[in-house]
């Protein structure tokens, strides 16, 4: 290439060329096109109307091996402002470091002793994920409560939650809302990723379609989902979805045809999970990115280039273009890397990041990129989809 065009007009110059420009085409579609995804502005309304009656809620959390958070989190639970019944139970799920013990004294240090029941989960038969057989028993202890919210034992609620939940479900008549809670984002591992996962996720479930009836995509997070128990058992219950590690967007599929669903993000419900190191993180991608993509090698081939073509390959040509002194190359690589930063500066801002911390989106998606390519390598090594000392083929 000479700084006049490309003098040499090889193919493969060419092809660079084209290549580039249809990257800046693609950021400009997904900030056009995509629901807005990256604006995080589905967000759960301080104040909502009351109901002139509350309904009970039985909330469930399935729990293994999880000291380090389950006194907060039921703690949170029976601390809400709800002005209808509420009720907790806790499965736990065959845990060996005394979670159920952590429980009950958390629920009777703020006098809710009563509302909390602990059942010791059986043992997980063939066919079933740990987690939706844990919730399963719990729904069954629950009896015919009209509303399940479904929360992990790791997750720590604002005291008004669940009151906001219930009311824009039951106003709105939605047979499902979920919470996308605040993450952990205070190691430098986590200040990369963590904002990244949650944007890389929003691209992936844009909230707008997930929230409108009109259209297919539903999406949920497991974090934090309040579900209406009719329309459960009209799905088939959980059983449907049995061998699901994905269970939250699975379920959130399971309802969607029955009634709206609505996700959004929140700062009042936050994660108590810390992903200190890399590899914490990187084990969380890992077990579940390729069961995302159905399981199939051309689905994963697919991820990974989009991956490459929208993350790498801009950068790599700013840099060819800005050496080689080609305009038409390093100019819509440039426009790509910039919108995509703009794109990310909500999330950046969600997060309490400054705003030159969006070069980090870059790097994140290439390691995010390694994941998803490890995540299909463990499968074909017989190592996927391990959690909590369990593993599924």
């Not at 995804?37 to 589905?42: G, I, N, S, T, V």
């Not at 301080?46 to 989190?73: M, Y």
Request: glycine letters at 8%; a positive charge.
């Amino acid at each position: 290439m000479a700084h006049s065009g490309l003098s040499a007009n090889t193919l493969l110059e060419w092809l660079a060329v084209l290549a580039t420009w249809a990257a800046a085409l693609a950021w400009g579609v997904l900030y056009l096109a995509r629901g807005r995804f990256w604006r995080c502005d589905e967000r759960l309304a301080a104040e909502i109307a009351p109901l002139s009656r509350w309904p009970a809620v039985t909330a469930v959390v399935p729990a293994r091996n999880e000291a380090a958070g389950i006194g907060a989190c039921v703690r949170s639970i029976l601390g809400q402002d709800y002005p209808g019944d509420l009720r907790l139970i806790v499965v736990d799920d065959q845990s060996s470091d005394g979670t159920a013990a952590l429980a009950r004294e958390a629920a009777a240090a703020v006098g809710a002793a009563q509302r909390l029941r602990v059942l010791r989960g059986r043992d997980l038969p063939a066919g079933w994920a740990g987690k939706v057989w844990a919730q399963s028993q719990g729904v069954a202890a629950a009896g015919e409560v009209p509303w399940l919210w479904f929360t992990d034992a790791d997750i720590q609620h604002g005291e008004t939650v669940l009151r906001r939940l219930v009311a824009k479900a039951e106003g709105e008549q939605r047979v499902l809302v979920s919470l996308m809670v605040e993450l952990s984002c205070r190691s430098f591992w986590e200040r990369l990723l963590i904002p990244a996962f949650v944007f890389f996720f929003q691209k992936l479930y844009p909230f707008a379609w997930v929230n409108d009836p009109g259209r297919p995509l539903a999406g949920a997070a497991g974090g934090c989902m309040l579900l209406r128990r009719d329309a459960l058992e009209r799905a088939g219950g959980l059983a449907r979805m049995r061998a699901a590690l994905i269970d939250d967007c699975t379920l959130a599929g399971l309802l969607k045809p029955l009634g709206p669903i609505w996700l959004g993000l929140t700062h009042d419900s936050r994660s108590l999970r810390v992903y200190p190191r890399l590899g914490e993180i990187w084990s969380m991608v890992a077990r579940s990115a390729y069961v995302q993509l159905e399981q199939k090698p051309s689905r994963l081939l697919l991820a990974v280039s989009g991956m490459i073509f929208l993350y790498l390959w801009p950068l790599l040509a700013l840099v060819y273009g800005v050496a080689v002194q080609v305009w038409w190359l390093w100019l819509p690589a440039l426009a790509a890397l910039l919108l995509a930063w703009r794109m990310y500066l909500p999330m950046l801002r969600f997060y309490a990041l400054p705003w030159w911390w969006g070069a980090s989106l870059f790097p994140a998606a290439w390691l995010y990129t390694l994941m998803t390519a490890d995540s299909g390598r463990r499968h074909y090594l017989g190592r996927g989809g391990a959690w909590k000392g369990r593993h599924y083929s």
